[in-house]
């Protein structure tokens, strides 16, 4: 088992920033590639970013490209999720999840989920 719990969520003005964290428990955290995901309120929940074990490989979605990064520190058991330039279309919860495999775009792939955290971007 792998228990994930994100923090650093909350309500910010469009084009400001946000650091979101997501802190690991429970096994050895370099096999795991981890991802964010987010859900808007009626809305299916969606890929935002993924990271491999090493951290040298990051995929993102084409409408966080170029304003947010993903990261690790391996060191700390934790990943973060740098949100620049937000949007209000950027609302949503956010998750993060760990995948014991490469990491993808699918939420399906992954085996563990941390609870969520809010993001709220006001126009």
């Known amino acids: 088992q792998v228990q994930l719990v994100e923090s650093g969520g909350g309500l910010v003005q469009a084009g400001g920033s946000l650091r979101l964290s997501c802190s690991a428990s429970?096994?050895?955290?370099?096999?795991?590639?981890m991802g964010w995901f987010r859900q808007a309120p009626g809305k299916e929940r969606e890929f935002v970013a993924t990271i491999n074990w090493s951290g040298g490989r990051t995929i993102y979605a084409d409408s966080v490209k170029g304003r947010f990064t993903i990261s690790r520190d391996n060191a700390k058991n934790t990943v973060y999720l740098q949100m620049n330039s937000l949007k209000p279309e950027d609302t949503a919860v956010y998750y993060c999840a760990a995948d014991r495999g490469y990491g993808g775009l699918g939420s399906v792939q992954y085996d563990y989920w941390g609870q969520g955290t809010q993001v709220t971007v006001s126009s």
């Open positions: 429970g096994r050895t955290f370099t096999n795991y590639a």
